[in-house]
């Protein structure tokens, strides 16, 4: 059995790990022993950290009702078939190898305690709580008459989204979701691609709006993140303090790569919208839907964007952020996304996008960290047992973690099983295991 660490590009060799309760207590080439272990035989495969994805929605997955309207649809759903939703849609990453995601809101920390505690499976789950938005941002999810009379929309009151507009909004918008058990916060700082009404170069927070965001964070030791396209809306979040920069894809002026790099901040690009694909996609590339136009712009920034991103040599982590899709829309997207993260940065680096350095974004929420034991997305001594077992070498190919050649051009997924991961742990306890 050969490791790969999440870090290190050469695997460590007919290696051994030894875990104890939920960390690991040694790596080592030379054999371990310990009384009344439990052997477990990779034979042959790779052992390496469980996977991370970085961007997801569990709470936002509103399929299976015969609804397809997306948001508006979710209006019209009782809190417990959200709830429901989004433990299904929650149930799609052990099975695939993922041991951690990162909520970009929508989500309480309900789906949260309960995995932590027992009661439900599914992977370690960090949330930022409800979306923080400008009336009339990303978040606005208000459809009349609520949109005219001022009300709060349906899902604002359970919680997915939050309007706030001036400083002193923000900041207890931002410290609503920190007593909600939000380990960090974040805001809509410019326009969205899936919404109709606030366009791409849409400027949403002000100034004073960011920095209450990241004061509150900050007060609480841990970071912000915004939603931003735009090279405006990126650079108005990092002068404003902001480490986590959702999608990014507009970037385009080397300044404003170059401030990202100077920040040490983050970026965690939608890849799929860089990806020749796209536009064949039956929502993205119908040119009926204000989706349509939205996408092309941003699919023709991808070559310009990737050259940039490997030139400034930016802090990023894997990502692969749907919302309202069925789980085998999802995978498709999702095992493609690898693929082309492969493609535009090496495998080698997609592997430490998926695993240590995402790990060192979950580790920036510092005192809110939910989970301080131990380090995320790596093999090493006193880190969480997080390990799964490849058949294969994921350096030499991406597939073997599941990704796939093409977006629509292969057959997704039939389960939420990527059958070349016949091992997954997840804080020492294991969560599948098909290996004879
Ligand atoms: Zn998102």
Same mark, same amino acid.
């Given at each position: 059995?050969?490791?790969?660490?999440?870090? $290190?590009?050469?695997?460590?060799?007919?290696?051994?790990?030894?875990?104890?309760?939920?960390?690991?207590? %040694?790596?080592?080439?030379? #054999?371990?022993?310990?009384?009344?272990?439990?052997?477990?035989?990779?034979?042959?495969?790779?052992?390496?950290?469980?996977?991370?994805?970085?961007?997801?929605?569990?709470?936002?997955?509103?399929?299976?009702?015969?609804?397809?309207?997306? /948001?508006?649809?979710?209006?019209?759903?009782?809190?417990?078939?959200?709830?429901?939703?989004?433990?299904?849609?929650?149930?799609?990453?052990?099975?695939?190898?993922?041991?951690?995601?990162?909520?970009?809101?929508?989500?309480?920390?309900?789906?949260?305690?309960?995995?932590? &505690?027992?009661?439900?499976?599914?992977?370690?789950?960090?949330?930022?709580?409800?979306?923080?938005?400008?009336?009339? =941002?990303?978040?606005?999810?208000?459809?009349?008459?609520?949109?005219?009379? =001022?009300?709060?929309?349906?899902?604002?009151?359970?919680?997915?989204?939050?309007?706030?507009?001036?400083?002193?909004?923000?900041?207890?918008?931002?410290?609503?979701?920190?007593?909600?058990?939000?380990?960090?916060?974040?805001?809509?700082?410019?326009?969205?691609?899936?919404?109709?009404?606030?366009?791409?170069? !849409? /400027?949403?927070?002000? #100034?004073?709006?960011?920095?209450?965001?990241?004061?509150?964070?900050?007060?609480?030791?841990?970071? !912000?993140?915004?939603?931003?396209?735009?090279? &405006?809306?990126?650079?108005?979040?990092?002068?404003?303090?902001?480490?986590?920069?959702?999608?990014?894809?507009?970037? !385009?002026?080397?300044?404003?790569? $170059?401030?990202?790099?100077?920040?040490?901040?983050?970026?965690?690009?939608?890849?799929?919208?860089?990806?020749?694909?796209?536009?064949?996609?039956?929502?993205?590339?119908?040119?009926?839907?204000?989706?349509?136009?939205?996408?092309?712009?941003?699919? $023709?920034?991808?070559?310009?964007? +990737? $050259?940039?991103?490997?030139?400034?040599?930016?802090?990023?982590?894997? =990502?692969?952020? !749907?919302?309202?899709?069925?789980? #085998?829309?999802?995978?498709?997207?999702?095992?493609?996304?690898?693929?082309?993260?492969?493609?535009?940065?090496?495998?080698?680096?997609?592997?430490?996008?998926?695993?240590?350095?995402?790990?060192?974004?979950?580790?920036?929420?510092?005192?809110?960290?939910?989970?301080? @034991?131990?380090?995320?997305?790596?093999?090493?001594?006193?880190?969480?047992?997080? &390990? /799964?077992?490849?058949?294969?070498?994921?350096?030499?190919?991406?597939?073997? +973690?599941? %990704?796939? @050649?093409?977006?629509?051009?292969?057959?997704?997924?039939?389960?939420?099983?990527?059958?070349?991961? #016949?091992?997954?742990?997840?804080?020492?306890?294991?969560?599948?295991?098909?290996?004879?």
């Amino acid at each position: 059995m050969n490791i790969f660490d999440g870090v $290190k590009e050469a695997l460590i060799e007919n290696a051994n790990v030894l875990v104890e309760g939920n960390l690991i207590r %040694a790596v080592s080439a030379a #054999p371990l022993a310990a009384a009344n272990a439990v052997m477990i035989d990779g034979g042959g495969r790779t052992l390496m950290p469980g996977l991370i994805d970085m961007h997801v929605h569990l709470n936002m997955q509103f399929v299976g009702s015969g609804n397809d309207r997306a /948001i508006q649809g979710a209006q019209l759903m009782t809190w417990e078939e959200l709830g429901g939703l989004a433990y299904a849609s929650a149930q799609e990453y052990l099975p695939a190898g993922v041991t951690t995601v990162r909520d970009l809101c929508g989500t309480s920390s309900g789906l949260q305690k309960h995995i932590d &505690i027992g009661t439900l499976t599914g992977p370690r789950i960090y949330l930022s709580g409800a979306c923080v938005s400008a009336s009339s =941002g990303h978040g606005d999810w208000r459809w009349n008459p609520t949109v005219l009379s =001022g009300e709060k929309s349906y899902l604002e009151g359970l919680g997915l989204t939050t309007l706030a507009d001036g400083g002193d909004a923000v900041l207890k918008a931002s410290r609503n979701n920190l007593a909600g058990g939000a380990d960090f916060v974040k805001m809509m700082s410019g326009g969205g691609v899936t919404s109709e009404r606030d366009p791409l170069d !849409s /400027i949403q927070g002000t #100034p004073e709006e960011l920095a209450a965001m990241v004061k509150a964070t900050g007060d609480f030791g841990t970071y !912000s993140a915004v939603h931003a396209y735009t090279d &405006i809306s990126v650079q108005n979040a990092i002068r404003a303090g902001v480490v986590s920069i959702e999608h990014g894809n507009l970037m !385009s002026e080397p300044e404003t790569f $170059k401030m990202v790099a100077e920040a040490d901040a983050w970026v965690v690009p939608a890849m799929a919208a860089f990806a020749p694909d796209i536009l064949e996609h039956p929502y993205y590339g119908n040119p009926t839907l204000p989706a349509y136009a939205k996408t092309a712009r941003v699919n $023709k920034n991808g070559e310009a964007w +990737i $050259k940039l991103a490997n030139e400034y040599r930016i802090n990023m982590a894997f =990502g692969s952020d !749907s919302l309202a899709v069925t789980p #085998p829309a999802w995978r498709q997207t999702r095992d493609f996304q690898i693929t082309q993260w492969g493609r535009s940065f090496g495998n080698l680096r997609t592997l430490q996008a998926m695993t240590s350095d995402a790990g060192k974004l979950l580790a920036l929420s510092g005192i809110m960290n939910p989970y301080p @034991e131990g380090k995320i997305g790596v093999i090493e001594e006193g880190a969480y047992a997080d &390990i /799964i077992l490849v058949d294969g070498d994921p350096l030499e190919d991406l597939s073997v +973690i599941g %990704a796939s @050649e093409s977006m629509f051009g292969s057959a997704p997924r039939p389960t939420s099983s990527v059958d070349t991961i #016949p091992f997954v742990m997840k804080n020492g306890e294991i969560h599948k295991n098909t290996l004879n």
